[in-house]
Nanobody
């Protein structure tokens, strides 16, 4: 499955942004999807994930309440809704898909076989 992430941009602190991840030439059916981010000079960090089958979600404890993931199978799109953004949320955000990840491993990058190109989110203070 090929993934295309979009929706990044410049936003002021306290604002909101929604990122989209589209599965081109395929479908998300059968795939768990995760969002990760990587800030300059830092390691890739898990944000949120949604399990397949079903729609059970999980996320980084530090981001709970601000970041949520959802999936629209009709549009073949997974969304990352980000609220109350902070300057430290500035990073390149990546979506990833896996047909084999179990729920407890959704936060592990090596669980994913397919990655999007990333979209840059910049939060100004």
């Amino acid at each position: 499955v090929q993934l295309q992430a979009s929706g990044g941009g410049l936003v002021q602190a306290g604002g909101s942004l929604t990122l989209s991840c589209v599965a081109s030439r395929s479908t998300f059916r059968g795939y768990s999807v995760g969002w990760f981010r990587q800030a300059p000079g830092k390691e890739r960090e898990f944000v949120v994930g949604i399990r397949w089958p079903g729609s059970t979600t999980t996320g980084a404890d530090s981001l709970k309440g601000r970041f949520t993931i959802s999936r629209d199978m009709a549009k073949n799109t997974v969304y990352l809704q980000m609220n109350s953004l902070k300057p430290e949320d500035t990073a390149v955000y990546y979506c990833a898909a896996s047909s084999r990840a179990i729920y407890s491993m959704l936060g592990v990058p090596s669980s994913y076989d397919h990655w999007g190109q990333g979209t840059l989110v910049t939060v100004s203070s």
